[in-house]
């Protein structure tokens, strides 16, 4: 299950699955940026006084356990990319630009803040408590389909000897099939992908298509091996008062993120 945790006028939300390691989905609420962009807004390029999202990382790093320093930001390019992270790239994104494109990444490295930015695609924070090893996946719809967070866990399999049955997972707020219209090339990217299991997961309403990316994403851990998944029951287009939502307002918002951090 999801849980939110409130402190003073910061909100985001942890998982029962996470329980041991230190993480959060941030919400839209609790930090110092102004109009548009009011108020916690992690998106390092979206407009934002530089100051304002550094302060935002020292808010919620207060709450969940880590720094500023600590983070590690990818180049998120709808890839299935997953990039192993030390601490050697602790920092990357909020105080020097990110040197590799990737939409996930992986560490077992104490003190490394790993980042997965949204603001309607997936979020998707792991978790090995036998070998200590975490990862944090964004997954657009491009994503989805290619299977990045099943990539995610072959790649702890493969860097840490992660036993995917050790793996825990959660699935955070995203857009929900409630509100994900598309045309059909999303629909058939993710049975191109996932065969027939895909298609509980996809409605037709007339011409157009909704797509339920949390339980495809869930299908693809589940098909890796992992079998403890908690999944967000929030859609972030249904709330924008409450989470930024490309779909409800374009390029005139900030970014969620989703951080995961091993002491």
């Given at each position: 299950?999801?849980?939110?945790?409130?402190?003073?006028?910061?909100?985001?939300?942890?998982?029962?699955?996470?329980?041991?390691?230190?993480?959060?989905?941030?919400?839209?609420?609790?930090?110092?940026?102004?109009?548009?962009?009011?108020?916690?807004?992690?998106?390092?390029?979206?407009?934002d006084d530089p100051e304002h999202?550094?302060?935002?990382?020292?808010?919620?790093?207060?709450?969940?356990?880590?720094?500023?320093?600590?983070?590690?930001?990818?180049?998120?390019?709808?890839?299935?990319?997953?990039?192993?992270?030390?601490?050697?790239?602790?920092?990357?994104?909020?105080?020097?630009?990110?040197?590799?494109?990737?939409?996930?990444?992986?560490?077992?490295?104490?003190?490394?803040?790993?980042?997965?930015?949204?603001?309607?695609?997936?979020?998707?924070?792991?978790?090995?408590?036998?070998?200590?090893?975490?990862?944090?996946?964004?997954?657009?719809?491009?994503?989805?389909?290619?299977?990045?967070?099943?990539?995610?866990?072959?790649?702890?399999?493969?860097?840490?000897?992660?036993?995917?049955?050790?793996?825990?997972?959660?699935?955070?707020?995203?857009?929900?099939?409630?509100?994900?219209?598309?045309?059909?090339?999303?629909?058939?990217?993710?049975?191109?992908?996932?065969?027939?299991?895909?298609?509980?997961?996809?409605?037709?309403?007339?011409?157009?298509?909704?797509?339920?990316?949390?339980?495809?994403?869930?299908?693809?851990?589940?098909?890796?091996?992992?079998?403890?998944?908690?999944?967000?029951?929030?859609?972030?287009?249904?709330?924008?008062?409450?989470?930024?939502?490309?779909?409800?307002?374009?390029?005139?918002?900030?970014?969620?993120?989703?951080?995961?951090?091993?002491?």
């Open positions: 299950m999801f849980h939110t945790v409130t402190v003073g006028k910061l909100e985001y939300s942890v998982a029962d699955s996470l329980a041991g390691v230190s993480h959060g989905f941030s919400t839209r609420l609790g930090g110092v940026s102004t109009g548009h962009l009011a108020s916690l807004n992690l998106g390092h390029h979206r407009g999202v550094l302060e935002n990382y020292r808010i919620l790093g207060r709450a969940i356990g880590f720094t500023p320093e600590d983070t590690v930001f990818p180049m998120q390019r709808h890839t299935d990319i997953i990039r192993l992270v030390t601490e050697a790239q602790r920092g990357e994104g909020l105080f020097r630009e990110t040197a590799q494109v990737c939409d996930g990444q992986i560490t077992d490295r104490p003190g490394v803040a790993l980042v997965a930015f949204s603001a309607d695609c997936t979020p998707v924070l792991l978790y090995d408590p036998v070998r200590r090893a975490i990862g944090a996946v964004h997954a657009g719809w491009r994503g989805t389909a290619a299977g990045i967070a099943a990539k995610a866990v072959a790649a702890m399999t493969d860097a840490f000897g992660c036993r995917p049955e050790d793996i825990r997972a959660a699935i955070g707020p995203c857009i929900g099939k409630c509100c994900f219209e598309t045309d059909a090339d999303v629909p058939e990217a993710m049975v191109s992908a996932l065969g027939e299991k895909a298609r509980p997961a996809i409605e037709a309403r007339g011409e157009k298509f909704h797509v339920d990316l949390k339980a495809i994403n869930a299908l693809w851990l589940r098909e890796a091996g992992v079998a403890a998944i908690d999944i967000s029951p929030d859609c972030t287009a249904c709330d924008p008062a409450r989470y930024w939502s490309h779909r409800r307002v374009g390029d005139r918002r900030g970014s969620l993120a989703g951080i995961i951090v091993l002491k």
